[in-house]
């Protein structure tokens, strides 16, 4: 089976920084395009950053040049650094892979195939 699981949430001060980590097995993760989303209550689930099998990252323009996205294929693991975060950025943060070619953008939810339980991110 796949599993992703996250972690490296919680609690943080407006404008500090913050990791999260993504460690994915049971699956050839060299092999997927990787995505971070988030989801506050009361809306939808908003894809914030991917990074492709080759290495080419997107951002959604609400983290663009405060979010980095970054995958060891070496340790199965995707990251999401963080900084400069607002109370806006409070939700639960989740990753996800699409088995070769990245879904196409600003499709919510379609095409990604696993999604790990999500770390709940609280910026105060």
């Known amino acids: 089976h796949v599993q992703l699981v996250e972690s490296g949430g919680g609690s943080v001060q407006a404008g500090g920084p913050l990791r999260l980590s993504c460690a994915a097995s049971?699956?050839?993760?060299?092999?997927?395009?990787m995505a971070w989303f988030r989801q506050s209550p009361g809306k939808e689930r908003e894809e914030i950053a991917r990074?492709?099998?080759?290495?080419?990252?997107t951002y959604a323009d609400s983290v663009k040049g405060r979010f980095t996205i970054a995958r060891d294929n070496a340790q199965n693991t995707l990251y999401l650094q963080v900084d400069s975060l607002r109370p806006e950025d409070t939700a639960m943060y989740y990753c996800?892979?699409?088995?070769?070619?990245?879904?196409?953008?600003?499709?919510?939810?379609?095409?990604?195939?696993?999604w790990g339980q999500g770390t709940q991110v609280t910026v105060s």
């Open positions: 990074i492709s099998t080759s290495g080419t990252t």
């Open positions: 049971g699956y050839a993760f060299s092999r997927y395009c």
């Open positions: 996800a892979a699409g088995l070769y070619r990245c879904p196409v953008i600003d499709n919510g939810d379609n095409g990604w195939d696993y």
